[in-house]
């Protein structure tokens, strides 16, 4: 196949696979945020938030979430002091639709595809409840590094992940792995 034809091709797969899998998603916050009369999460940003709290919790540090009366987020409360909020662009799965659509348009096996593209999934969400629960005891500890923490640290922690599976899935399980190069 001629190298333009691959490019279209991994083009229409990509975008196809992410708008299906965006429509999905869509589709699911529609049905499970509620905004009036009050503000209620879906049951992912919920569970991120509920999952941050776990962590922090077994580390030692006293905190708990509320979901917020004025928008959909929930708040990450420490010794009571509201210090950060979960909202829907912050629980992973827009980037999780992001890197499995990257995964199909690499295709590759499809019981590799499936099972890779399970096993990044849960590693970005890992990776981000993670990441959510240091971000939030570090703007607890330094709130005047707000802007360098949540602006530039931590969002390079998750799609330097999500980049690196990438590499990982196209290097080692693709179709276009370096040995068909």
Request: with cysteine.
């Amino acid at each position: 196949m001629s190298k333009r034809k691959s490019i279209a091709l991994f083009i229409l797969k990509f975008f196809t696979s992410y708008f299906l899998l965006f429509f999905v998603y869509s589709y699911y916050l529609n049905t499970t945020q509620q905004r009036t009369p009050g503000f209620v999460c879906s049951p992912i940003t919920s569970a991120v938030a509920d999952h941050t709290i776990a962590l922090l919790k077994g580390l030692g540090y006293q905190v708990n979430t509320v979901q917020h009366h004025d928008e959909l987020s929930m708040k990450l409360l420490v010794n009571n002091v509201y210090v950060a909020r979960v909202i829907e662009g912050c629980n992973s799965i827009s980037l999780i639709l992001l890197f499995v659509a990257f995964v199909v348009a690499f295709r590759g096996s499809l019981k590799a595809t499936v099972l890779y593209a399970v096993f990044g999934s849960v590693v970005i969400y890992i990776v981000n409840f993670l990441r959510i629960g240091f971000l939030t005891i570090a703007l607890y500890k330094y709130p005047a590094q707000q802007e360098v923490l949540h602006n530039l640290v931590f969002p390079s922690i998750i799609y330097g992940v999500v980049f690196l599976l990438w590499v990982i899935w196209v290097q080692l399980f693709s179709d276009y792995s370096k040995s068909k190069l």
